[in-house]
């Protein structure tokens, strides 16, 4: 029985070695431990033994019970702490994976055009005058020289409203003469502004025109100001937004508010200049109108045209924008399509 004794520890011994988990474990202790196991079998069997050899073997008995008992609490307490680990790790951050990028909101195309063309003017020396939306037919036409039935009225459809006088304006050249009122105090002191905002015709909406749009309208006015102020200061204005070395031209060309007229064309700046489906292959774009305030419109807005001179030029930000980035479509504008917002 001694040697029965020691071979059953051995077994013990040896079989805890391959015990990993808490049911291996739980196996291992009824296997030896439990109430049938073999350690507490051999035990009761003390009794068989001849009297003089039961002490010797029981104390040997209890010194394998207590040695396999704390092995068995060893091995419970390494098994837990290794769970542990485990379930930490199973539950760990990957430092390692990309961020979640935030979805960032932009400024619409138009909106980084028109903040661009205003810094430049700001540059210049030019105040922003906000002009309304919802105008008098009188300061949209007829204080710009375009009177009742004057065939002008037809280049821009507009939209009326139920009351007889007031439209949505179809230009911001009607600020002008707001302006005028408001900073000239009575046609005694020169100005320099810049009036952007939106603009509104009643147009069939095509890949060229829309129903809405943004202008940006300069005035300046003062004594002495002549065409060759209105050609510099637009080239300085122009080389600012294109480019140093972009080349400008003035053609003639009429409105009934400035006296004379031009269009100006830069060169394309995508074919510099050689053609292209751009400019239509003419190597010129055309980015806005212009001219010296007619003397009728300098009266309206309350200044002695024998006096006092000005310049006038408006442009859209829209067809800048679009002449800028390829953009054939002017639809796009106001489609929302975030797919073409966010190329911005
Ligand atoms: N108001 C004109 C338009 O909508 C643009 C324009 C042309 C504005 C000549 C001006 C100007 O101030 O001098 O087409």
């Given at each position: 029985m001694q040697d029965q004794l020691e071979s059953i520890y051995q077994q013990a011994l040896h079989d805890m070695e391959g015990v990993r988990d808490a049911e291996a474990l739980q196996a291992w202790e009824s296997q030896y431990l439990g109430r049938k196991g073999q350690l507490t079998l051999m035990l009761r069997q003390t009794?068989?033994?001849?009297?003089?050899?039961?002490?010797g073997f029981g104390k040997r008995a209890n010194e394998i019970k207590e040695a396999l008992q704390s092995l068995h609490l060893e091995r419970e307490e390494a098994i837990r702490q290794a769970e542990l680990a485990r379930s930490?790790e199973?539950?760990?951050?990957?430092?390692?994976?990309?961020?979640?990028?935030?979805?960032?909101?932009?400024?619409?195309?138009?909106?980084?055009?028109?903040?661009?063309?205003?810094?430049?003017?700001?540059?210049?020396?030019?105040?922003?005058?906000?002009?309304?939306?919802?105008?008098?037919?009188?300061?949209?036409?007829?204080?710009?020289?375009?009177?009742?039935?004057?065939?002008?009225?037809?280049?821009?459809?507009?939209?009326?409203?139920?009351?007889?006088?007031?439209?949505?304006?179809?230009?911001?050249?009607?600020?002008?003469?707001?302006?005028?009122?408001?900073?000239?105090?009575?046609?005694?002191?020169?100005?320099?502004?810049?009036?952007?905002?939106?603009?509104?015709?009643?147009?069939?909406?095509?890949?060229?025109?829309?129903?809405?749009?943004?202008?940006?309208?300069?005035?300046?006015?003062?004594?002495?100001?002549?065409?060759?102020?209105?050609?510099?200061?637009?080239?300085?204005?122009?080389?600012?937004?294109?480019?140093?070395?972009?080349?400008?031209?003035?053609?003639?060309?009429?409105?009934?508010?400035?006296?004379?007229?031009?269009?100006?064309?830069?060169?394309?700046?995508?074919?510099?200049?050689?053609?292209?489906?751009?400019?239509?292959?003419?190597?010129?774009?055309?980015?806005?109108?212009?001219?010296?305030?007619?003397?009728?419109?300098?009266?309206?807005?309350?200044?002695?045209?024998?006096?006092?001179?000005?310049?006038?030029?408006?442009?859209?930000?829209?067809?800048?924008?679009?002449?800028?980035?390829?953009?054939?479509?002017?639809?796009?504008?106001?489609?929302?399509?975030?797919?073409?917002?966010?190329?911005?």
């Amino acid at each position: 029985m001694q040697d029965q004794l020691e071979s059953i520890y051995q077994q013990a011994l040896h079989d805890m070695e391959g015990v990993r988990d808490a049911e291996a474990l739980q196996a291992w202790e009824s296997q030896y431990l439990g109430r049938k196991g073999q350690l507490t079998l051999m035990l009761r069997q003390t009794g068989q033994l001849p009297p003089e050899a039961r002490a010797g073997f029981g104390k040997r008995a209890n010194e394998i019970k207590e040695a396999l008992q704390s092995l068995h609490l060893e091995r419970e307490e390494a098994i837990r702490q290794a769970e542990l680990a485990r379930s930490l790790e199973e539950g760990a951050i990957d430092v390692t994976l990309p961020g979640r990028t935030q979805a960032m909101g932009g400024l619409h195309p138009s909106t980084r055009t028109l903040r661009r063309i205003q810094q430049i003017w700001a540059d210049m020396g030019f105040q922003v005058y906000r002009s309304r939306d919802v105008e008098l037919d009188e300061v949209n036409f007829t204080l710009l020289n375009m009177p009742p039935h004057h065939p002008a009225r037809d280049m821009q459809d507009t939209f009326y409203t139920t009351q007889p006088d007031i439209i949505l304006r179809t230009h911001t050249s009607g600020g002008q003469i707001r302006a005028m009122r408001e900073f000239g105090e009575d046609g005694t002191q020169p100005i320099r502004v810049i009036l952007p905002g939106m603009c509104y015709r009643y147009e069939q909406i095509s890949t060229r025109s829309e129903i809405q749009f943004h202008q940006v309208e300069g005035l300046a006015i003062g004594k002495g100001i002549r065409m060759s102020d209105l050609k510099g200061t637009i080239t300085e204005f122009a080389r600012r937004l294109y480019g140093e070395h972009a080349d400008v031209r003035f053609r003639a060309s009429y409105f009934p508010f400035t006296e004379p007229s031009m269009e100006v064309d830069v060169q394309c700046f995508l074919c510099e200049g050689h053609g292209c489906s751009v400019c239509k292959r003419t190597g010129w774009l055309e980015i806005m109108g212009c001219g010296m305030v007619h003397p009728v419109v300098l009266q309206n807005g309350g200044y002695d045209p024998n006096e006092w001179s000005g310049f006038a030029f408006g442009m859209g930000p829209e067809r800048i924008t679009m002449l800028k980035n390829g953009i054939e479509d002017i639809r796009y504008f106001w489609g929302n399509d975030l797919r073409i917002l966010e190329q911005f």
